[in-house]
T-cell receptor, first 113, second 115 residues
Framework: DSGVTQTPKHLITATGQRVTLRCSPR?????VYWYQQSLDQGLQFLIQ???????AKGNILERFSAQQFPDLHSELNLSSLELGDSALYFC????????????FGPGTRLTVT | DAKTTQPPSMDCAEGRAANLPCNHS???????VYWYRQIHSQGPQYIIH?????ETNEMASLIITEDRKSSTLILPHATLRDTAVYYC????WGGGSGNTGKLIFGQGTTLQVKP
């Protein structure tokens, strides 16, 4: 158990819909990262927040957005969903900003039908 | 961050040592070697990292060559639960401007531990 929690574990929704994925980092960790893992793309970095502020962006679609709240939990919002958005979405946390080791949550499996 | 090259797959007998190689010939002096693994569809798991000295923890050992152009992750007594994809990642360690924490995963090595 990494100490990072993600909800829900599974999500099935239809194209065009909007969903919110939630992540609670390890106690005391200030940085949260979101990754997407699809069958054809592998593990890809989406976005990082550090202490409430956006820190880095990867190849995140404009339909996707994220935020980190004062209690440090984070949410990833996916809108206008397409079939290709079906993937595993992982959240990770680390103690600070920078290249420290990251601890990953169990992931949310999103299926868009 | 420097590029890494890993074999796509390896087999290992249960109870034997698993030696996973990684080439990183363009590594810079301030870049560390990190290893993560992902057991089927679970979140990736941090294993170990090092700069130039050999490192050991409760999970594995990391051997880095003197020229730092390659490294080997060693699982001393592999079990069936070590079957996973292992990722070697090279990056600068620590904080500071420009050192964002994003991890860039390659294809990794799929290690199959067999009974």
């Amino acid at each position: 158990d990494s100490g990072v929690t993600q909800t829900p574990k599974h999500l099935i929704t239809a194209t065009g819909q909007r969903v919110t994925l939630r992540c609670s980092p390890r106690s005391g960790d200030l940085s949260v990262y979101w990754y997407q893992q699809s069958l054809d793309q592998g593990l890809q970095f989406l976005i990082q927040y550090y202490n409430g502020e956006e820190r880095a962006k990867g190849n995140i679609l404009e339909r996707f957005s994220a935020q980190q709240f004062p209690d440090l939990h984070s949410e990833l919002n996916l809108s206008s969903l397409e079939l290709g958005d079906s993937a595993l979405y992982f959240c990770a946390s680390s103690p600070a900003d920078g290249t420290y080791e990251q601890y990953f949550g169990p992931g949310t499996r999103l299926t868009v039908t | 961050d420097a590029k890494t090259t890993q074999p796509p797959s390896m087999d290992c007998a249960e109870g034997r040592a698993a030696n996973l190689p990684c080439n990183h010939s363009t590594i810079s002096g301030n870049e560390y070697v990190y290893w993560y693994r992902q057991i089927h569809s679970q979140g990736p798991q941090y294993i170990i990292h090092g700069l130039k000295n050999n490192e050991t923890n409760e999970m594995a050992s990391l051997i880095i060559t003197e020229d730092r152009k390659s490294s080997t992750l060693i699982l001393p007594h592999a079990t069936l639960r070590d079957t996973a994809v292992y990722y070697c990642i090279v990056r600068v360690w620590g904080g500071g401007s420009g050192n964002t924490g994003k991890l860039i995963f390659g294809q990794g090595t799929t290690l199959q531990v067999k009974p």
